[in-house]
């Protein structure tokens, strides 16, 4: 592969070169325009007030949807990508140094992060295939970055930000009415200075037993927005024992209900299973958003002991230094 050296020295050997595509393959073997059929509910983003009952559908069977019609400018996706691969097809080296004396922070073999950024492994193994950057959406218009391709990526991601955060909020909003609770104050369940985006590059691989691009997990989040707009296939859910492809499609965007959104509402909703696998022949990037509540954000829920936002990701994260992998939930379920 022509850019092995921008991969970090452990994900090297999973590439082969002879195996890439053109760039409209979106490396299943068919082309992008006979995709479009894809077994997950699709929510009109401009029409979400007048249907509730989609949304309502959606979250209590699917705890994942895609949405159209979501307002963000095409042009915006499209540059982000372009963007988020000159970022990856830096040298493995530059991309460490990168981050220097920035908010944002390089990773690879995990995206498991501790809140100021450091990789949190359990073991030397890098059981995840991937490497990618961790924007923390508040802290971006601090900084400037001396590496111009990372400046330009963020002042896309600071625009990029006030579009996601928007959507979180109106979708958050369209939930919460649907399970008529009364959240106080409901801002602090959708925090945004707790709010991260993470671009994610997969690398190709076509050997089967080579690994997961990310294993098997729920996300933490209340809501998770996730862009392929590469049409690069990866993204797979767990649904009744099945596991189904979450179809690349462009200017749609996957929104992603996280743990916490399925405790405030008493488990009616779902934190939907996911995995990435790595693509036969090309490599991935993706773009995902996270939205968190506040750090002392008590969660109430009839299915789970009350915590605060704050315990959640510390038992989280003490799960996965000491144990290897993520409970979740399951630590908090009342008797
Ligand atoms: O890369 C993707 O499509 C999904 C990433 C993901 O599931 C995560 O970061 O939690
Ligand atoms: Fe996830």
Aim: glycine share 6%; aromatic share 8%.
């Amino acid at each position: 592969m022509k850019n092995l050296e921008s991969f970090p020295p452990s994900l090297r050997h999973l590439s082969e070169p002879s195996r890439a595509l053109s760039s409209n393959d979106n490396g299943i073997g068919k082309p992008v325009e006979e995709e479009y059929l894809d077994p997950l509910p699709v929510i009109d983003f401009e029409l979400l007030t007048n249907d509730k009952t989609k949304l309502e559908e959606a979250c209590k069977h699917w705890g994942i949807f895609r949405l159209v019609n979501h307002g963000i400018p095409s042009t915006l996706l499209t540059q982000l990508h372009n963007q988020a691969q000159q970022l990856f097809s830096l040298s493995y080296h530059s991309k460490q140094a990168s981050c220097n004396a920035t908010p944002v922070r390089y990773f690879s073999g995990t995206p498991a992060l501790t809140p100021s950024g450091t990789a949190l492994k359990s073991g030397s193994e890098d059981i995840n295939l991937l490497e990618g950057f961790n924007f923390p959406l508040t802290q971006l218009s601090q900084f400037q970055s001396q590496l111009p391709v990372l400046e330009s990526f963020r002042v896309l991601m600071v625009e990029y930000g006030k579009h996601l955060s928007g959507i979180a909020t109106t979708l958050f909003e369209g939930m919460v009415k649907n399970l008529e609770l009364k959240l106080e104050p409901s801002g602090s369940y959708i925090a945004e200075n707790t709010g991260y985006v993470r671009v994610y590059r997969y690398p190709p691989c076509s050997n089967t037993d080579a690994g997961l691009g990310m294993e098997v997990h729920t996300d933490s989040s209340v809501l998770s927005i996730l862009n392929q707009q590469d049409q690069v296939t990866g993204l797979e859910i767990l649904k009744h024992h099945q596991w189904l492809t979450v179809k690349p499609i462009a200017n749609t965007l996957i929104i992603n209900l996280g743990d916490i959104m399925q405790a405030i509402s008493d488990d009616k909703y779902k934190s939907v299973a996911h995995k990435v696998k790595l693509n036969n022949h090309k490599e991935r990037i993706s773009i995902c958003y996270f939205v968190f509540p506040e750090e002392d954000t008590k969660i109430e829920s009839s299915k789970y002991r009350s915590f605060t936002y704050n315990e959640f990701r510390t038992q989280v994260q003490q799960d996965i230094k000491t144990i290897g992998h993520k409970v979740g939930l399951a630590r908090f379920k009342r008797p």
